[in-house]
């Protein structure tokens, strides 16, 4: 079948006929969604990427749309699923439960990325209890609940670790509880949206001011937009979620933002610089009480949840949702899928690949 | 009445008579344990330490036995009662639900530390709510509850914090979780005591051999030494809790020894240097699931909590417990308490004064 | 202004002017939902019924929405609000932290029920605290949203309940969890809407076969049918919800449906007839580990969980939620008014009244 | 070797050579306990007694400590070990995580009571895993672990339900929360105990007075007692711990003692009667909140924790605990054996077998 792969650690893709050895329900790919860790292997920046044992390549793609072909137990052919992309090691008690998120020995597989095809070709064959039935309504949006899905348990574990203290507010909800979101993008957006559906009160910051379409965005679901560049101010907050993935800065901005108990959690990878913390600094964060997490990977309660929300949102916000999908290019136009596939589109927040 | 007091930010400490107006139910002091913040204070280091208001002295102490001399309705006169040294602002959520220790607004007052007369003195008088009760088969050593509450507080914050994931192992114990505390001090000492008691796997830390009384402490809890000057070895532990409150680069190391999902308590307060990560180490943070997490004071469930493990200790661990008093002087022997004041013994895990 | 009043225990209800000392925001009343506990009211058979201090007459009405005339410090002028309909009482510590749902002391007050004017009049004067948004796409059915909050709360607490054992599946979801639910009323529906979207597997159960709506309702939110006069089976439920509050004999069939580690929620009011337990049957309640716990209201949290699901479910239910609106009179037509306040509509889900 | 068999659903008791095919770590068995399961078994009143697949007999026994005879990877020859009695199906969620107390699938088996051989023999060879070393400080006492582990377990799980609402007190304690345990007998002292020791405020009740041993205990512990033939008033309480195992009209005398919110746990098997709740009395549950849960069975970690508290109460509590062994007899002394097997000893709360 025609697939893009990739041979990492070199860099580039290539559309080709491939074969795949693979049991279980067939699921025809109807749609891929693009996202920076796709480029970054193309690109050959990934270290981490590492092909199937015995195939010499690896087929791209870990965010996947798709049509049953076969009945199983619980669903129905013909229903639109989306595969899980994280796939556990069968050995820590984490992934024996389910949890693949929080994998101990590191030996999961990753679909696109770590020793799994991903989902980038005709058809996959697979376990349906890692395909995930995705409503109708939102077959436009659905590839989103990929990236989301992440964001869906990073917000639980973040509601987890708070928990530890009386987080919630005298009215039983999180309407008092500041948070900020750094970053705008793609990931920035989608945690305002959900931290905002839980009732936080949520601002956003980027180191410049606002698009259009951001600005209305960010109206639309009721977001506060910092621009640090201009506003280092003294505001301070329960919570900061850093999304941007830029500079180690961003993190020691992140901390001295946060008020008494505060929690940072750290989801975009730094690219560059180094985070110090004096003395005084981490003394802070003793009688402060500051937790600092990482928060990475969703697994399948968090697909769930990620369908749920996207439902509410297009009814909710009809702007936002619409400006989901900034390009969808078909399999068929090679020269602009291996395009997109090297490039981000200028404010992009989701690129597609249709087949 | 007679009281050691102190003048921040001046150093020095005094033995004199003071005037006091309190409320409540009459508690003879009849005895306090010294700490390094007590001997911060008397050294005039401690920019925290601050006279209560209506006052131009703070009596120092906040680690006290005294006999409860009213009758409450839950306490008897003749009760032997340790104070409660954390009292909370009544206004954030937390503190009016008793937990203080995590205090949002910072407006809590601390016992002979900030805003609030310390119990070295004669005699308190006090609401009984502050008051928990000492069983008194462990009057010997019970002014360890004091520094022992703040660890209560500390490893159940761990396990909450711990609980956003499958943490328990396949028997549903702690048996197969890898814990390392850093500093053999007192708080090293107590922290391993109570891991273990939670049944972790539990390593403890120095940069030097272990004394002799030392070697026979591990030996009786059943702890593994790392002496880290000459092994800094590639063993991973699921947790470490930092204790030594040594320089920075003891917070490097943890970070390093930390297994994915692994937690970071930061107990100790750091007293040099800088903690540098860089980028890999920022992305390592994420990928792997890491918390730091900061952890300070105890309230009144960890007072009960810390007096029930110390009367199991008690038998459990003779020889330990029976080194837990290092020296007592008395009231009386001026020169002697003014010099413990402000020198710590050597060896010494806790050194008392006797009213 | 005008009101819907009773005066309970007396039988009736009138529509008169009232006058009402108040204060807070004002909000303009658009409409009302009818529930069963407004009719015993009204049929004076409901004897928790007391009116207001200083008052010889209560308003009615628990559900209403209505428009914000005044801003607040979080909402505008305009806004569509839906007042909470219990409120605490100020003494007990559930209350003090916004959970009035777990009223230790019974001294609560209710809107239209006990205590407390309810919302079936011109206008309101409330603390803002008390408003809970409502999406504007939803301003049709968003009267669903205060018996919604109830079970928000119930299934909440069902969670936290078995939250004591391992009950999510090995995929962490409740995908293999079954839940039967005894009642296709309102309730009944809500809930088995709510379990669906939680990601159970549900029955939902009546004595007759469903009516052509029901069967229409139940496919297209995915609910398995039981009519249990025909087929009481042995079919085993990891959860039962009774929600229809017939006679005591439900409860006994619940029970006996149950696995090991069974939840029964007991969500209504058994109108009829005594449950008996045998010795054998109380044996099995402790060798199974089953828990029965009663469910009752909902607070702010679960006001805010129920805008969320009925704007999701308006997308993803359309057929469902264009029925949840049986009929709507208005309240010039005082004889429709006071017909639907007395009698069921057959085939009600909900009967509105606009102001 | 020499075991003491049954032969279900026969009555009657033998001391017998018999032999067993078993692998595992060799464990010399120095003393079981006895409890009225044991005797229910021996008397064939306990229908679920079965013995192990291709043998004829089963040994009894479930309350056993013995000398670990190898070295394991975490205990050394020589420890002495307790073996935990039931054992998980390895299929259900909960008894692959270690939790066989919620074993969903009813295939556990049981040591000397259903499909497994019991303890009562001379050695047993077993899987390390299922052992659990008793401070040798509390050997004398340390067979009243496994019955305690029991209550450890059901403890917690009633404080894990009762988490789903505010149940620490202002003071973040247990120490306004008043809780009832229904019997005086062993398993009514253990429990009771526990309560007091986690800090709730407790009162145990019987239908008689109490005996002088009791009266001390009580006194010691400091238990408030309750008579409950002359004394049914209206004291409420917000748990209430069945430990009786007497007839059914105490559940019905629990239930009326609860305050809102309250928790009824249930552990002793009742006997005889029928319990017949109305419909007042559900509809009480219900708005209320009431629950009521079965409770049994403890695994590893509730072994753990019985040991701790075992020395603890050892120390606080010396009377009481030099009152927890009744008799001792000596395996050699047959006649007294069997005697003991089928007949409890007035005034007994744990009677021994040594080897």
Not at 209 to 236: A, C, M, Q, W, Y
């Amino acid at each position: 079948m025609k697939a893009i792969t990739v041979r990492p650690p070199g860099a580039g893709a290539r559309v080709e006929d491939v074969e795949i050895e693979e049991r279980g329900m067939k699921v025809r790919i109807i749609e891929n969604g693009i996202c920076g860790t796709d480029r970054e292997i193309v690109k050959g920046l990934m270290s981490a990427a590492t092909v199937p044992e015995n195939y010499d390549f690896l087929v791209l793609g870990h965010e996947a749309l798709g049509i049953l072909e076969d009945d199983t137990d619980n669903l129905k052919r013909g229903t639109i699923v989306m595969p899980i992309n994280r796939r556990g090691c069968n050995k820590c008690i984490n992934c024996l439960n389910g949890r693949a998120d929080f994998c101990e020995t590191g030996d999961f597989v990753e679909a696109g990325i770590k020793g799994m095809h991903g989902f980038m070709r005709e058809y996959i064959y697979d376990d349906p209890n890692y395909l995930v039935p995705v409503p109708p309504q939102i077959r436009d949006i659905a590839i989103m609940a990929q990236p989301l899905s992440d964001l869906e348990k990073s917000i639980a574990e973040m509601i987890d670790v708070q928990g530890r203290l009386h987080w919630r507010c005298m009215d039983a909800t999180y309407g008092c509880r500041k948070m900020l979101v750094t970053g705008t993008g793609t990931i920035g957006i989608l945690i305002s949206m959900l931290l905002k559906t839980y009732g936080f009160d949520v601002s956003i910051a980027n180191r410049r001011e606002p698009t259009d379409v951001e600005t209305r965005i960010f109206e639309e679901v009721g977001l506060k937009f910092v621009n640090t560049s201009v506003h280092r101010g003294d505001e301070k907050y329960d919570g900061v979620i850093e999304a941007s993935g830029s500079d180690a800065s961003v993190i020691e901005y992140a901390i001295r933002r946060l008020k008494n108990n505060g929690f940072l959690g750290l989801f975009g990878f730094t690219q560059s610089g180094t985070l110090s913390l004096s003395t005084v600094d981490l003394q802070s964060l003793v009688y402060r009480s500051i937790s600092i997490t990482g928060l990475i990977n969703g697994q399948k309660p968090h697909f769930e949840m990620a369908m749920n929300h996207l439902v509410q949102w297009k009814t909710q916000y009809p702007f936002t949702t619409s400006h989901f999908i900034t390009r969808s290019v078909n399999i068929s136009d090679q020269k602009s899928v291996l395009n997109v596939l090297e490039n981000r589109i200028p404010g992009e927040i989701k690129t597609k690949i249709l087949w």
